[in-house]
């Protein structure tokens, strides 16, 4: 296990590196209460406090909902609404009390942080 949490806070800590490359110059409020949540999903799956990981994919949902992705490009959009599928299915997870499955939504989660980042680094 020990292994496991080791590979899941290097997930996160690329994310963030990759994230901080970005350059529009004035952060976001959005982005940045996004990745506190996300830090915060991780420290409740290393602790097995899943009521927590619920939480906090409940406001990052309401977070991604709340920005919306009607002006962006169809690709932006598709990243847009799969991270919010994924982030729905770490809420069904979390609420059915199953460890394996909250772990394996979160790093599907944050891969797609990592996907749209990526995508609009290219662009
Ligand atoms: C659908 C696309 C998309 C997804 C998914 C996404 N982001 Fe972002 N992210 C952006 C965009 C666009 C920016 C740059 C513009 C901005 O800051 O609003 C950004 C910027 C950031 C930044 C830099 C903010 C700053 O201070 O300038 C961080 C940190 C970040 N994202 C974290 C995350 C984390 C953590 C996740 C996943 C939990 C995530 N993002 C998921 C689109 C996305």
Avoid at 33 to 60: C, F, M, N, R, W
């Amino acid at each position: 296990m020990k292994h496991f949490y080791t590979g899941l806070f290097a997930v996160l800590a690329i994310g963030l590196l990759g994230a901080s490359s970005l350059t529009p110059p004035d952060p976001s409020e959005l982005m940045k209460k996004k990745t506190e949540h996300a830090q915060s999903i991780l420290k409740a799956l290393a602790l097995a406090d899943l009521p927590l990981v619920k939480k906090e994919a409940e406001a990052i949902e309401k977070l991604t909902v709340e920005a919306g992705f009607a002006n962006t490009s169809e690709k932006y959009a598709d990243y847009g609404r799969e991270f919010l599928r994924i982030v729905r299915e770490l809420i069904k997870e979390a609420e059915n009390k199953n460890m394996a499955g909250s772990y394996y939504q979160f790093t599907r989660m944050t891969s797609v942080c990592f996907s749209c980042h990526e995508h609009l680094r290219t662009k």
